[in-house]
Structure formats: structure tokens, C-alpha cells
């Protein structure tokens, strides 16, 4: 099983960047994916989650309007749109696949993507 981010890096307060997660080894149409973040010294919170088939997307407040999670089943490839980015958004964004089959929980983690907002 592998979740690899990429386009992660340095945008200005206000700027847009856009992740990437490729996935592959699972059954990636099954799974719901989210994304999550981490700051220096704080928890890993939830930024948006997409259902197995993309008709439920979720967001966390502070992302509302501002960022767009989609995933592509034929790609296999999850991807987060940021845009209005704001220095508080600085973080190791991470991609996770979810999925629960017969009350065994598969939960699966990529390794994370700087995203730096700063002037």
C-alpha cells in the first residue's frame, strides 16, 4: 500500500497551491480518503474527507469555502485544492485512506507534504 502527496511548498499569504495523493497496492474506488494536517506542536486535525464513490465531501470550519477536496477513481488520485491560504495554514499535510470491512478497520497514512504560508 502506498499514498505518496506531492505539491506541497511556499506560497504567500492569500495564494493557492494544490495537493496530490497517488495511490495504489488497495482497492482505492473502496476507500474513503481524507486529508489531514499537522502544525508544529499541535494535534493532527482533519481538513476534508470524500466518500468511496465522491458524493460526500466534508470540511473542517476553517476550510469551508476556502479549500476543495475531489478524487478521481480511474486515477486513483485524491487532491486537495487550497486557495486564500493563510499563514495559520502552515503545516505537514498528510493523505488517509479509511475503509471498514467486517468490523476490521483498514486505515492507511502517506508520509506528508510541507505547505508553508508565509510573505
Known amino acids: 500500500v502506498q499514498l505518496v502527496e506531492s505539491g506541497g511548498g511556499l506560497v504567500q499569504p492569500g495564494g493557492s497551491l494544490r495537493l496530490s495523493c497517488a495511490a495504489s497496492g488497495f482497492i482505492f474506488s473502496r476507500y474513503d480518503m481524507s486529508w489531514y494536517r499537522q502544525a508544529p506542536g499541535k494535534e493532527r486535525e482533519l481538513v476534508a474527507g470524500i466518500s468511496s464513490v465522491g458524493g460526500t465531501t466534508n470540511y473542517a470550519d476553517s476550510m469551508k469555502g476556502r479549500f476543495t477536496i475531489s478524487r478521481d477513481n480511474v486515477k486513483n488520485t485524491v487532491d486537495l485544492q487550497m486557495n486564500s491560504l493563510k499563514p495559520e495554514d502552515t503545516a505537514v499535510y498528510y493523505c488517509?485512506?479509511?475503509?471498514?470491512?467486517?468490523?476490521?478497520?483498514?486505515?492507511?497514512w502517506g508520509q506528508g507534504t510541507q505547505v508553508t504560508v508565509s510573505s
Open positions: 488517509n485512506a479509511k475503509r471498514t470491512l467486517l468490523g476490521y478497520e483498514y486505515d492507511y
